[in-house]
């Protein structure tokens, strides 16, 4: 039972080399290994997005996958979108006025960083489709569709 | 007195009070630790101070504000040199002028509408403002709303705060005008004031706030300013949406909850809880427990058992392999919603139980024996849980010898926390630093006097003998919640020959909530239970005679403030009676409510405006509109549904939400909006699928995927519409919430004639209603 593994992946651009128990999951690692708290701790079971980072590029619930699996992989998290708040989506989200307690921001973000790399233009209804995924209890929703409204309008993503 | 006039602000029309003898320059060198402004101020305070019915103590040193360290520029601010203006302001010789905001920032924004308020008034430079979250102290931070208590809970921030802030400001503003004057040589009636400048025209002399800093004394009494009253003309800064300062750090994962916190040396903690309030672990086998690697140690506590280890993960697994039997002591073993249900339903039927009062006006009973028609009416509601995206949690560092600590954690009230702690460490109050960090969402469940969650990291720490972060898994969050009650509401309307309501009689049973949730409050509040019967007064409908009262029964279940509190409940059944009583009288919801508003003007408005924004009277095949009118602490607000159901599954859809608010001076009119779209949503949860099932005491769900909360596509098209009047601000954060079930049972019934009694309002009880209606029609 456990054996810690050691494991090489890269997170925002940099390679990490951890050491934890095989069925840790990504979040934790991510959170009290590397410091790196932008990414949240909401359900652990897949249900609510706070946790959502990208992995090989595409979003993934950071909660679901074990450090095991994700030996040479490339994670980009909250703190990797942009190095100093400049990503469309960002922008757009201050712009906006979005973020109430703020804490299921970072993953609704990379949610919808995922949504805009796949489809640059999205309709209100496949944005309210992709964004299911996601909770905000403070109910930032019409604030949120707004904002990824605004970033595909005016920022080359 | 002549009232100021802004841009650029004339002379002073205040009478000073500054006998007391004026103290010397006094520059003070920040040695406080530097926290960045979002991780919030580590500083107990030593000294208590007076606060005057005027005001409070000038030139009082609380500490001067780390942040003005960081503030524009590291040389720059080294240079500057920093003076405590009052405990609320504290200048720099670089213009920063640095503000404390007394509340907890949970996502409401008071952390920046609340120093707006005092800068505004000060007619300080808003781009030189650097806000600092006020350290622990109710004498000095206390909300005057909440006794003098510094929480953050009602909607009651800005309303609670804005006279005295406008106040301090004033005060600050005065005592700047007033070095200038003497430094000039001038009468300080001539002196005006632009954003952080003093002027003096007549001369065309000008000082920054910061060059005054630099040579000003300041006054051991408050002065005693005369402020304007409320008038929207003269703010710079109130009514002019400033951005909220703690937006940037909450789109780049910067911003800092409790549960980011990392100190050197910190351990993980879990905790298995009790089942129920009141049972203590009985057996505990560990084995399994202490065979996850990275275990550390097994920690028994009264209501439950902790794990630490050294990564949150090792805890998590350790907790779940924990096997615990409870003792059986606890009241609330064999309860469940049915049996709750038939409880209440015949104490709320059983006049000879007599209630707490509420609210009594006129002779309500009296008034009920004249009545020629008697209705009656009874509402249900569900347990329904905070659901706060971040579980909770907490970290604290207890000193090796056991009699200090110092604790990281979001709570709805500073002062609440250290006292907590400090008992259950057995320490003395001035031992416990607290570390304020942003809320990930409170809702009421972080303001309860025995704050469980802050307790934890400070037992564990404790039993760790180094620093502890205690994480509460959802699971463990749901379980252990503390849910809105289980509701029956009960009312009775007399009419009279003409239609007219002359009584109303409404009583309330559901579990108790002041009295578990705050036993201090329950005391002062001599046992009326603010949080479970607010909602149940009218005083905007011409109802002379009426009464409330609760019988609030202790069933052993875990209770809490839920957004809405009792309003949330009690609006519904008030609501929706008065909607069954329209469609009696044969008048048309909106009429029926504009009568009964006939002495309020600004609910009148409300109403109308909705109903006009709804387009009210156009029929829309297959769709139902229903009205939901509240008066909630002041303010104003109609909201209107429109509504499909589903009549095979009994699924409700809403198409769009309507909302007229009042709610006086808007002093952050977009943020009043987004409180009020987030009231909504919140409110759509609580409406349509929010349920918390209690069985043989224990709660049935466990995680999202069996307690569904509101998601992207289950949002209506949503139009706010805010009505800015010159009255004194009242509450905005959670206004809206009581509207949507109201709204929505109401359109149900307009498109489909049946009534809807009971939240949520769930498709099988939908269903179950069609069936039954149509039944009876058959």
């Known amino acids: 039972m456990g054996q810690m593994i050691t494991t090489t992946l890269t997170v925002n651009g940099k390679r990490h080399t951890v050491s934890a128990l095989p069925d840790t999951p990504l979040l934790w690692v991510l959170r009290e290994h590397l410091k790196l708290t932008g990414t949240k701790y909401g359900c652990g079971v897949g249900q609510c997005g706070a946790c959502t980072v990208h992995i090989d590029g595409k979003p993934n619930y950071a909660c679901l996958n074990p450090i095991k699996d994700l030996e040479g992989r490339s994670v980009t998290t909250i703190e990797g979108l942009s190095p100093d708040s400049s990503h469309p989506l960002q922008k757009a989200w201050i712009a906006e006025q979005v973020p109430q307690c703020g804490y299921c921001q970072s993953g609704q973000i990379m949610r919808a960083a995922g949504l805009l790399k796949e489809n640059p233009q999205p309709s209100r209804q496949e944005i309210l489709d992709y964004m299911q995924s996601n909770l905000c209890r403070c109910g930032t929703y019409v604030r949120i569709a707004r904002a990824i409204e605004r970033a595909a309008k005016e920022g080359a993503v | ?778």
């Not at chain 2, 609340?114 to 008034?121: F, K, N, R, V």
């Not at chain 2, 690697?293 to 090792?314: R, S």
Request: one cysteine or more.
């Open chain 2, 1 to 778: 007195m002549s009232y100021l006039t802004r841009g650029p602000r004339r002379g002073i029309g205040s009478k000073a009070n500054t006998a007391g003898r004026r103290r010397d320059e006094r520059n003070i060198t920040s040695t406080v630790t530097e926290v960045a402004v979002m991780t919030g101020v580590s500083m107990p305070s030593r000294r208590r101070f007076m606060v005057g019915a005027a005001g409070f103590s000038f030139g009082v040193v609380v500490g001067v504000p780390p942040i003005l360290k960081l503030a524009a520029g590291e040389a720059r601010a080294a240079a500057a040199k920093q003076i405590v203006m009052s405990p609320w302001v504290t200048l720099s010789t670089d213009g920063t002028v640095a503000i404390m905001s007394p509340a907890a920032e949970m996502g409401q924004g008071s952390l920046t509408s609340l120093p707006l308020i005092l800068a505004d008034e000060m007619d300080a430079d808003w781009a030189q403002v650097r806000i600092v979250p006020a350290p622990p102290n109710d004498k000095i931070y206390g909300n005057p709303l909440f006794g003098g208590l510094q929480y953050t809970a009602g909607s009651a921030s800005v309303t609670g705060y804005f006279n005295n802030l406008r106040q301090f400001g004033a005060q600050v503003r005065w005592v700047l005008m007033d070095n200038a004057a003497r430094h000039w040589g001038v009468p300080l009636a001539e002196l005006t004031t632009e954003p952080s400048v003093v002027a003096h025209q007549k001369s065309g002399r000008r000082l920054t706030y910061g060059e005054i800093a630099a040579f000003a004394t300041i006054p051991e009494t408050a002065p005693q300013v005369v402020v304007e009253p409320v008038s929207k003309a003269q703010f710079r800064l109130i009514g002019k949406d400033v951005r909220r300062v703690d937006v940037p750090g909450k789109v780049n994962g910067t911003a800092q909850y409790s549960i980011d916190v990392q100190v050197p040396g910190m351990i993980y903690g879990a905790i298995l809880r009790e089942p129920m309030e009141g049972a203590a672990p009985d057996k505990i086998d560990d084995t399994a427990a202490r065979a996850v690697e990275g275990v550390m140690k097994i920690v028994p506590l009264k209501y439950g058992v902790g794990v630490l280890a050294d990564t949150p993960w090792a805890a998590f697994k350790a907790k779940n392999a924990l096997k615990v039997t409870w003792s059986r002591s606890a009241r609330g073993w064999g309860f469940s919603n049915e049996k709750g249900y038939e409880m209440f339903a015949a104490a709320a039927k059983d006049l000879q139980r007599k209630g707490v009062a509420w609210e009594v006006k006129g002779d309500p009973l009296a008034a009920m024996k004249k009545a020629v028609t008697v209705f009656e009416g009874e509402y249900r509601a569900d347990y329904a849980y905070h659901a706060q995206m971040e579980p909770l949690n907490s970290v604290a560092a207890v000193a090796p010898a056991g009699n200090a600590v110092e604790i990281w954690c979001g709570s709805q009230s500073q002062t609440i926390a250290v006292t907590a702690v400090a008992k259950a460490l057995g320490i003395p109050e001035n031992h416990v630093k607290f570390n304020g960090m942003l809320l990930g969402g409170g809702f009421g469940r972080r303001g309860n006097r025995d704050v469980e969650f802050i307790v934890d990291s400070a037992l564990m720490s404790k039993a760790a003998g180094r620093p502890v972060k205690v994480m509460w898994t959802r699971e463990d969050d749901v379980h252990s919640g503390r849910f809105r009650p289980l509701y029956v509401n009960r009312i009775r309307a007399g009419l009279d020959e003409s239609g007219k309501i002359i009584a109303w009689h409404h009583r309330v049973v559901c579990d108790r909530v002041l009295a578990f949730m705050d036993p201090v409050r329950f005391k002062t509040a001599k046992g009326r239970d603010n949080i479970a019967m607010r909602g149940t007064e009218l005083p905007t409908y011409d109802i002379p005679d009426r009464m409330s009262e609760g019988l609030q029964e202790d069933t052993g279940m875990r209770t809490a403030p839920l957004r809405a509190i009792g309003v949330g409940q009690n609006s519904f059944a008030t609501e929706v009676f008065i909607d069954e009583l329209a469609v009696k009288r044969g008048m048309d919801p909106v009429q029926f409510r504009l009568q009964l508003l006939k002495n309020a003007p600004r609910a009148r408005h409300v109403v109308e405006e909705v109903a006009r924004m709804a387009d009210w009277s156009r029929k829309r095949p297959g769709r139902g509109l229903g009205l939901a009118y509240l008066d909630y602490s002041g303010t104003q607000l109609a909201g209107v549904a429109e509504v499909s159901v589903d009549r095979q599954t009994g699924a409700i859809k809403v198409h769009h939400f309507w909302c007229a608010i009042d709610a006086g001076v808007a002093v952050q009119p977009d943020n009043v909006v987004a409180q009020t779209e987030s009231s909504i949503v919140y409110g759509l949860g609580l409406a349509l699928m929010e349920r918390i099932t209690i069985d043989n005491g224990a709660v049935q769900q466990s995680n999202f995927y069996d307690y569904q909360v509101p998601r992207m596509r289950d949002l209506p098209e949503i139009h706010i519409k805010l009505i800015q009047t010159p009255n004194h601000p009242t509450g905005a954060g959670q206004m809206a919430t009581p509207l949507v079930p109201t709204a929505i049972a109401n359109a149900v019934f307009q498109l489909t004639g049946v009534r809807l009694r009971q939240q949520p309002l769930l498709p099988e009880r939908v269903k179950q209603a069609l069936l039954e209606g149509a039944a009876r029609s058959a």
